[in-house]
């Protein structure tokens, strides 16, 4: 390597390293990209077509006893102006079909605006979702600050004719565009939900000075009048939602005889329509209670006259105690009801695990440590949804710098919060599912890929996800070579504006810990994206989030002292043009992994 190399080396390295603290030091102050101000797009300002605004001063009538805004108002509120929004896409009248987890981020005092935005990211058939922000603002200092952010989805009422076929979305700016291409991840994962629970359910805990679960059950009965129903008759999503709070609310208040705070709302599903003159009854009782924090299920039905009850919703809400100094007090534990109680109990800590794997996994914030997570298969599904996600936000970058071109192999990077990525793209004349297919199979990326030594599938987890093993050779003369484990998650496009995606990140697994002959090393993001330019003609862009461990490949050409991306591309281009007749399909590997579940739930 000689000294011109190695001092490129070193500023790339310098550059990361300072990248980890001053991302360390501005994590805190991150800031929300919906409260910029609108776009501009060929000079004029562009606002959204399905963009509904609400502002709500919070009186005293919407607040509970403690001068708080009641969760269930603010529900109300958020529901109305999301399907508002949903209905202005499709043009006809919308109901609500669910609302993903909702983490709340602070209170709301009495006094101070409640701001509402609510749009759609994306259509599907009948379905949207409907991302919403909302911020609280104090107009006397004129701050304004996040309070949650949500999605839901939204179903345009079937006609006589049938399910309704909804106009798609069209992204115009950046931001647009990542939230169209994640909405399809969201709504796969709201679709696998259930499923999950079942897979996780774990042994009833003894405590002998538990609560009886029994001293918080609450049942409540409600008549839908016209106030509580929309322009449809249908009552309001955010009404039963608001209804079941307070219910909940009680049950909590129940366990901790004080005021609970409602930290957490986990997916609602409206599983059946009610109307005006539905009488609506609303159960809760506490499901669990952990070390700081208790879960509370609610269920509502609806009957009218001598019919039989129909379910209309359940919801799990995740209350905390605040002492004086807001922090969360120390719970007492619940001991479950027989039989239903039981089941409920272990199911609460199975949601409890879903939803720390949700929040960690899926918040994408790759530049935190450590970088690799365990994988398992019961967060299997956020893994792959945040692996696939970081990629596709990477996709939506538009600061990309041309940095080197060789025979129109064109290798770009972007530094965004001092961090280093990137990408390179090129053409091929052979089908874009072929190619997908080719180079989904990481263990042939060593017939083109000089740097892949060796690679063997550990566990292909199901049609879309595969780990491998990839060992690498050491980029110095004296060095141990590295060693990646590598979650390879592959995607086929939802429509014609998504590509072919291959997305790949580092995990961690039990069966696989780090050995003294290489050196660990990690991938933060990683992969292909594969787009369909004709019947014959592709365009592939390879992508790289640059780690310690990758720099040392491609500094060198990123400061335009070799052009080793070329040789290796090219090389690719000869290996897809050589196979692109060849009948590939990944085989389903009989191999199957041991795997322990992530950090234990029953305790915080
Ligand atoms: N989360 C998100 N979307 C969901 C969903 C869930 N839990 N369950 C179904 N959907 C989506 C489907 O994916 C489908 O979308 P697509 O057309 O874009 O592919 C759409 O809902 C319709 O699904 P379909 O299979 O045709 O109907 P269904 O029998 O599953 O019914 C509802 C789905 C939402 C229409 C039905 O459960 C319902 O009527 N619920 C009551 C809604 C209501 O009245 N809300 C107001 C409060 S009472
Ligand atoms: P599950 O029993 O599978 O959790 P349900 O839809 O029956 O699903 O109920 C959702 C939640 O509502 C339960 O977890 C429980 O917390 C609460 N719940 C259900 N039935 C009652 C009841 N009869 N009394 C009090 N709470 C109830």
New binding site residues.
Partial sequence: ISKKQWKVTSFCWCIFLHSFLFLLVTMSDWKDPDNVPDPQINGESYRNPTEVKMSQIVLPCHANHCGELSVGQLLKWMDSTACLSAERHAGCSC????VDDIHFEHTIGVGKVVNIIAKVNR?????MEVGILVTCEDLYTDKQWKVCHAFA?F?AR?TEAG?VQ?KQVMPHTQMEQMEYSLAAER?RM??I?AEIITDLLSKCQEYEDAVPAERTRVESVELVLPPHANHQV????GQ?MAWMENVATIAACRLCNAHPTLRTID?F??????HIGDRLVLKAIVNNAFKHSMEVGVCAEAYQGGEPLRH??SAFMTFEVLDSDRKPRTLPRIRPEPVDGKRRYQEAVARKKIRLDRKYIMSCKQTQVPLSVPWDQSNQMYLSYNNVSALKLMDARNNWVLTSEKNKVRLYTSEENQMLCFKVEMHVSVPAEQTFHLLSDLRRRKEWDQHYEECELINQADEEDTLYRVTTPSASKWGKGMEFILLASRRKPCDARDPYLIALRSVTLPTHPPTEDYTRGEVLCAGFTIWEESSSVTKITYYNQATPGVLPYISTDIAGLSSSFYSAFSACSHFLEANKDSLVALPLSTLQLDSTTTASTQEE
């Fill in positions: 109901i609500t079909a669910s259509a599907f058939t009948s379905s989805t179903v079937r399910k909804l709504r709201r679709l939900h249908s009552t309001f999503g039963i997916m599903h409206f599983r059946g329509p009610s209309i919703n």
